[in-house]
């Protein structure tokens, strides 16, 4: 057996800078320990943000002072989680994103965490509102062809309106145009611009619809129903997004209270509001037109619960837990990714971008207080500036009260481990979750000194190990899966 910290058979000077600096701090065993735990605390972030300077808390309620500065860590600076919500950027990170809104949107679904359960008795609708069409781009076809076309059509370029091939998942040509020179590159970024102001619309037109159907005015609805929802949006591989949303009706008197609809009629009034929808959106400039924007035709409106209890349509599967788990689980997912899964952007992506740049400056030139000047602060995601994941108030618990509720318990478990006693789970998600006001008071002064890890080895280490929690979790929660199944059909 080798002794601590070798390294047997393994040339450290063959390998990658990286890799020689992954493999160095592996060997240190004093460094390697103390940056694991430092790694390990922030959840093996990515890009974790680097602060200087300090804080003092004091307990009004037992007088307690406790400060605290960065010179007290290792190297003089204090680390942060990033934060960031896109996979491609901080796996670590995006999966507590992904996590915080699987429970958002399951907790709408089938109640708790302060949602009353009753919720999972109301009509459920689960919608998706597409991009309308800029022009043909290459897409995947079931088992077929991509755009099987004769090959005697082509555009005024010259080139083919079909194509014969049969792309493979992860092709870099999906989504891009078939002839870029027809694709409306202007009217696609615009129309990424207006999406969120799309998305408004909808709700506003969704509540209108429903008062029509029902026979009174829009300000009298709030007194037999009230609309809620979970939205996502997700990116295209032609770089648009497209939203998803799940929309529960409730009574008047808030979640778990009776719907004046089932789930099949609430399908119908939500088509109705979302094809109805217009946007005027201005001309960038002297030389653009006004556009009419709307949704795409590829509308999809699927029941997920009726809204009468025992009423789950076939697709639900075992049970209504399951299905919402899955339904929580798409959404969440959509929400973490990024406008292309690969490291560089695709060609028509990066000509979005360029697109979205181009519109900046030609509307800075126009009129300086044109809201088309910022498309290039958001060119990186292809103009689209609004939310990934929003919700109406009352749909379920906030993201913010999650976050707070993890914040606690922190604190609550760091006591635990300090006074060397067990930590109190007696009611701990209430607890977690209440509106207790804390006795803490605050000062602190803090400034940012960089972003990122001092190496790319320790990046990839954070990286590798967060790769390892998640494929530890997925075990975890398949070996759960199979548990489940054996006591539901009584086997072993």
């Not at 309106?161 to 891009?176: N, Q, Y």
Request: include cysteine.
């Amino acid at each position: 057996m080798p002794g601590a910290g070798a390294l047997p058979d393994l040339d450290i000077a063959q390998l990658s800078p990286a890799a020689r600096q992954a493999a160095e701090r592996c060997v240190r065993t004093g460094q390697w320990s103390q940056w694991s735990e430092s790694a390990s605390r922030l959840g093996w972030c990515s890009h974790p943000v680097r602060l200087r300077g300090s804080s003092t808390a004091v307990d009004i309620r037992t007088g307690a002072v406790e400060t605290f500065s960065s010179s007290q860590a290792h190297d003089g600076v204090v680390r942060v989680p990033c934060g960031n919500r896109r996979a491609d950027k901080c796996p670590a990170c995006s999966r507590i994103y992904a996590r915080d809104t699987f429970e958002l949107i399951r907790t709408g679904l089938l109640g708790g965490k302060q949602v009353p359960k009753a919720v999972a008795n109301n009509p459920l609708v689960f919608a998706t509102m597409t991009a309308p069409s800029f022009g043909h781009v290459h897409g995947l076809r079931g088992e077929g062809r991509c755009r099987p076309r004769s090959d005697a059509e082509a555009c005024s370029h010259g080139r083919l309106r079909g194509c014969h091939a049969s792309h493979p998942e992860g092709d870099r040509l999906l989504g891009s145009p078939l002839c870029w020179e027809c694709y409306d590159w202007t009217s696609a970024v615009v129309w990424q611009w207006h999406a969120p102001e799309l998305w408004r619309r909808a709700t506003i037109a969704l509540r209108r619809v429903l008062a029509a159907h029902l026979g009174m005015t829009s300000a009298g609805l709030r007194k037999v129903a009230t609309v809620q929802y979970a939205k996502v949006a997700e990116f295209q591989a032609r770089g648009l997004v497209h939203f998803h949303a799940l929309i529960r009706l409730d009574g008047p008197d808030g979640p778990g209270s009776p719907s004046p609809i089932d789930g099949r009629m609430l399908a119908i009034l939500v088509e109705k509001a979302v094809r109805s929808v217009r946007v005027e959106a201005p001309p960038v400039d002297g030389d653009d037109v006004l556009r009419v924007l709307r949704f795409g035709n590829q509308f999809d409106a699927k029941v997920v619960r009726a809204g009468r209890s025992g009423d789950m349509l076939d697709d639900a599967q075992s049970s209504d837990e399951l299905h919402a788990g899955q339904v929580a689980g798409y959404l969440a997912k959509y929400a973490t990714k990024s406008t292309s899964g690969d490291a560089v952007p695709s060609p028509h992506h990066q000509r979005m971008e360029r697109e979205c740049w181009a519109l900046s400056k030609r509307a800075y030139a126009f009129a300086e207080d044109s809201p088309y000047v910022l498309l290039g602060k958001w060119a990186r995601m292809l103009g689209f500036r609004g939310h990934f994941s929003t919700k109406s108030r009352a749909y379920s618990v906030t993201l913010g009260r999650l976050r707070a509720a993890r914040r606690r318990f922190a604190r609550l478990k760091a006591e635990a481990v300090r006074a060397g006693e067990p930590l109190d789970v007696a009611d701990l998600e209430a607890y977690l979750l209440s509106d207790e006001e804390t006795t803490l008071v605050v000062a602190s002064s803090w400034e940012f000194v960089g972003s990122g890890w001092g190496s790319q080895g320790d990046k990839e280490l954070a990286e590798a190990a967060a790769a390892r929690a998640r494929e530890y979790a997925q075990l975890r929660s398949e070996r759960h899966r199979e548990q489940r199944f054996k006591k539901g059909t009584g086997d072993g």
